[in-house]
């Protein structure tokens, strides 16, 4: 007899990468939802039996929610709301819940109570951990233990689930209550042995000059100036700004820019605007299909629209191998 899979619904999905890794630990999608078209075209493209919504999550109704799903049992809700309101400064006086820049985060609440999944996972910055000592987590907390759930919060380092970057995130994992059998909250279970480093992760690809393009989809060099090319020209393997001479050096701006990627180990945290962090060995920032893959996408995912907007959603995404990590924790609360 075929197993039926466990369903999820992903919110404020991006390109895919919580979508792929859930679908690659054998979930089954019910719905993703996304505002940003050009986007959507991407996660379309990826993912073409997945049904889609294009949309403001905030107009999407309590109705429309329920005939998405059809009457169908909802396992797991996941997604990574933006929440412009917890900055480190300028809202100190004001509850997390009461700013009217995290209606994301009260979004996914909603579809929370309204679809009573078995269990939810919630993806965010790091700092959304400790900010105002813990106020904002138990905030978060007590917002989603309000609708019956148990819920944990855990920072975890996408290094140590086979991703080649240093990137940390908090999990609000949360499961519902059931007056026969206990809550058990499973965070995804580290690998063994060392992470993997950048240079096992893209050096297989052809080599680029500045402005050169590839045969292999997102592989296109983007185009240097001539002084950034010398600039860059002076930065060795894992090197910084302070490779380059003086005189020529940049004075202000990120510490992260100007710098070399270290070819043996983990990449630093890949962002929407990674134009200033260059290959370890090519003089060039990485092309976008380098920066899926220190992301963790397979060389078969195709990222769709223009190069910036691509770096964003490469930066933006959950690294699909944490999502399929996060997505096993999730089965062994399911299968208890």
Known sequence: MKTKKPTYIDLFSGAGGFSLGFDAAGFSNL????IDAEICRTYS?????????????ALLTDDEVKQLIRGRQVDVVIGGPPCQGFSMAGNIGRRFLDDPRN???????????????????????ARLYTRLD?????????????LGYKVEAKIVCAADYGVPQFRNRVLFIGQRTSHSKPCKIFFPAKLSGRPMTVREAIDHYPPLRSGEASDVPNHTAMVHSPQMLEKMSYVADGGSR???PEDIRPKKGDIRKYIRYDSNKPSVCITGDMRKVFHYSQNRALTVRELAALQSFPDNFVFLGGRIKQQQMVGNSVPPLLAKAIACAVRKMLDR
């Open 31 to 34: 719905f993703a939802i996304d």
């Open 103 to 125: 209606n994301l985060f009260n979004e996914f609440v909603r579809i929370v109570r309204l679809t009573e999944p078995a269990c939810f996972v919630m993806e965010n910055v």
């Open 242 to 244: 302070e490779d380059i």
């Open 134 to 146: 813990g106020t904002t987590r138990d905030e978060i907390i007590s917002s989603f233990e309000a």
């Open 45 to 57: 493209h990826n993912f073409p039996e997945h049904n889609l919504i294009q949309r403001d999550i």
